[in-house]
């Protein structure tokens, strides 16, 4: 039995599991299982049927949850909800699955994806297959995951994580499993996905000219960082001057959310209360955590105040609390017509040229050239905006305009 899988362990992430579920099923019309690990104490009675309604094997692991210190994952990466991502690891103990491609809540597939159990059928259990991280391609990403199932592998994580002085060394999931399945034994169990199956836009660094030339092929986005587009529908409108792409890539998700969720329910699953970033805390534990010890994991419990100097470069960008959205976007309607996601996918395509055109010379040829021709026509003034390229040919356009002058002086 093979089946893609998320995991949910609150509320906060319910937009995005339930707008995966519906891409992968119905819009992608998958052939496989799409299971989900959620921790349903934490889920309303509401909730849980809208998960019913969309995954086909929901695997109650609430008493199960692996936590890692919350405050080492906050000090490391500033993102103290991510300390339950140690659960990921559960994922190995699944054995009534073959093989499972594993999703973060916050990705959104542009493509069938069923093809990849075919082409990883002969993974070991001892690897994992996953793209490279674009902050650190050395390291992979661990929101997209094609893994064997194996008591053998379970038991060794968490061994590993028991065991290990710094079991992960970024305090969560990523850097967990980069040490067990890439860094224990020099990359030979990692085997690498191409990137275009977990694209993270929102990271600061972006490759522009390949984003432009792979656009179209991109199987899978993945909304890394605290700010998910479910909480952000302020990228989409006033003035907020989001990177072209982000924006783009913000209103496919939406759309998405829109076509399988319009109106009421949409607005609805909105506003479930997540616990998010006004979580507080407290000191968690795991199974195997002996009760008489108090301070498992190093978790004192409760997040100080402090501004947390950031790790990632997107961490850097100014920290938005999530907002819920209690009226859906007005271009909600619209964008539940047939055909438009394949619409935004295009736009997302042109955007992004668009933002080639002015931030990069070389990658689309003639074209600078055309658009900042300064003897070309009367209309081509000098544009603030164009390329560095361009500003740096001013200096010795001036002077050769000078030498004319003086010339016929
Ligand atoms: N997750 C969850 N509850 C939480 C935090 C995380 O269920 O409180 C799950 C969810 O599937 C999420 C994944 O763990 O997508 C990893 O977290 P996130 O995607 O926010 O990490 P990022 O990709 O931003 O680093
Ligand atoms: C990464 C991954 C995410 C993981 C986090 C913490 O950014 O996208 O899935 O939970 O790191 O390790
Ligand atoms: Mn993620």
Redesign the pocket.
């Given at each position: 039995m093979t089946a893609f899988i998320?995991?949910?362990?609150?509320e906060?992430?319910l937009p995005?599991?339930l707008t995966l579920g519906k891409a992968l099923k119905h819009k992608y019309q998958s052939t496989y299982k799409l299971a989900i690990l959620v921790?349903s104490d934490s889920l309303s009675k509401e909730s849980a049927e809208l998960i019913e309604s969309v995954y086909d094997d929901i695997i109650d692991v609430g008493d199960k949850l692996i936590y890692s210190s919350v405050e080492e994952v906050d000090t490391k990466?500033g993102?103290p909800?991510?300390a339950?991502?140690y659960?990921?690891v559960l994922l190995w103990s699944l054995t009534q699955y073959d093989t499972l491609i594993y999703l973060?809540?916050?990705?959104l597939p542009l493509a069938n994806l069923d093809h990849l159990f075919d082409e990883h059928k002969d993974l070991l259990s001892t690897q994992v297959v996953a793209s490279p991280d674009a902050g650190w391609p050395d390291i992979f990403?661990?929101?997209v995951l094609i893994l064997k199932p194996s008591t053998d592998t379970f038991t060794s994580l968490v061994k590993h994580i028991e065991t290990e002085e710094t079991p992960s060394f970024d305090g969560?999931?990523?850097g967990l499993l980069n040490e067990f399945f890439n860094l224990k034994t020099k990359g030979s169990n990692w085997k690498r996905l191409p990137f275009v199956y977990n694209v993270t836009p929102n990271a600061s660094y972006q490759y522009t000219p390949a984003f432009d030339r792979f656009a179209g092929d991109i199987k899978l986005v993945?909304?890394?960082?605290?700010v998910?587009p479910w909480n952000a529908d302020f990228l989409l409108h006033g003035n907020y001057q989001a990177q072209a792409s982000l924006y783009d890539v913000h209103k496919l998700w939406w759309s998405t959310f829109h076509e399988h969720f319009p109106g009421e329910i949409g607005a609805k699953i909105l506003n479930v209360k997540g616990?998010?970033y006004s979580?507080k805390f407290g000191k968690n534990k795991n199974v195997w955590d002996d009760d008489a010890d108090t301070s498992v994991g190093g978790s004192t419990g409760g997040i100080t105040d402090e501004p947390i100097a950031p790790v990632f470069p997107w961490e850097e960008r100014e920290k938005r609390h999530p907002t819920r959205t209690f009226t859906p976007p007005p271009y909600g309607e619209e964008a539940s017509e047939e055909g438009e996601q394949d619409k935004l996918h295009d736009e997302l395509k042109k955007s992004i040229e668009t933002l080639n055109l002015k931030t990069s010379s070389g990658s689309k040829a003639g074209s600078l050239k055309d658009k900042y021709n300064i003897d070309s026509s009367e209309d081509n003034k000098w544009d603030p905006t164009a390329s560095l390229n361009e500003i740096a040919q001013l200096p010795s356009k001036l002077l050769s305009k000078k030498r004319e002058e003086e010339s016929k002086k």
């Open positions: 998320t995991l949910l362990t609150n906060s992430y995005g599991v921790n990466l993102r909800e991510l339950v991502t659960s990921k973060d809540a916050d990705t990403n661990s929101g969560a999931d990523q993945h909304f890394i960082g605290s998910k616990e998010g979580l």
